[in-house]
């Protein structure tokens, strides 16, 4: 049975930086693809960014994250962490990871068949 857990989140000042953890538990994480959605109040859930199996050499972010987000990945510690810099109030809301074996690892979230319950980012000017 695969469980995903977050952590890292909390209150963080408009400019600053985080760093996000997703936990693994289960077999052969290294197989999975994991990719970090968020969702602010009101709005929708949205592809944050993801990172596909093995040693992780493929990434995925969305443009209003590139070149300030950095996904990585610990085979040996079964963790994925979520490196967040320069960040905005835009960038607040509720960040989830989850994981799948999809053929081609996107932002579809039909794509990952296991949830982590979500860790609280919040931007403080």
């Known amino acids: 049975q695969v469980q995903l857990r977050e952590s890292g989140g909390g209150s963080v000042q408009a400019g600053g930086s985080t760093m996000l953890s997703c936990a693994f538990s289960?077999?052969?994480?290294?197989?999975?693809?994991v990719a970090w959605f968020r969702q602010a109040p009101g709005e929708e859930r949205e592809g944050v960014a993801v990172?596909?199996?093995?040693?992780?050499?493929?990434?995925s972010y969305r443009d209003s994250v590139k070149d300030r987000f950095a996904l990585v990945r610990d085979n040996n510690e079964n963790t994925v962490y979520l490196s967040m810099t320069l960040l905005t109030p835009e960038d607040a809301g509720m960040y989830y990871c989850?994981?799948?074996?999809?053929?081609?690892?996107?932002?579809?979230?039909?794509?990952?068949?296991?949830w982590g319950q979500g860790t609280q980012v919040t931007i403080s000017s």
């Open positions: 289960g077999y052969d994480f290294i197989i999975y693809s």
């Open positions: 989850a994981a799948g074996r999809p053929g081609n690892p996107s932002f579809r979230a039909d794509q990952y068949n296991y």
């Open positions: 990172i596909g199996p093995d040693t992780g050499t493929f990434t």
